[in-house]
């Protein structure tokens, strides 16, 4: 019995039945395989038709896609782009740097640039 989405990752990879499909959450299953050549077009066929119940859903994809394990990293975005050089120029946390973030302007983040660059690459 799964008892986290990734369970049910592991299970169509697996090719093993599941019972209990409560807690099969579709959009982690597709994002999960997006990341895969040999799995993107399952995944791109159920984002088309994300009204299908899961049990439909975990059929689908447990019959289109081939036995086999499948590991990589998630993307993570980057969403601040200048908290690095901000932590460095303050000499402070990352929690005191996102606080810094809001109210420096682009000006300041040009000219800490500017200051932070030591040359060379």
Known sequence: MAVNPFDYV??????????NHSGYTPFLSNRAFSYHLDTVLAANEMNKYPDLPPEV?????NEA???GRRYSAWYKGDLYPNLEIV???FNCS???ALEALQVLTQE???EI?????????
């Open 10 to 19: 592991k299970a169509i990879g697996e090719k093993r039945p599941i019972d």
């Open 87 to 89: 932590m460095q120029f």
């Open 113 to 121: 640039k500017q200051r932070m660059d030591t040359g060379g690459r």
């Open 65 to 67: 896609i081939r036995k």
């Open 108 to 110: 300041n983040l040009k």
């Open 57 to 61: 859903q975990f059929a689908f994809m």
């Open 94 to 96: 990352q929690q005191k």
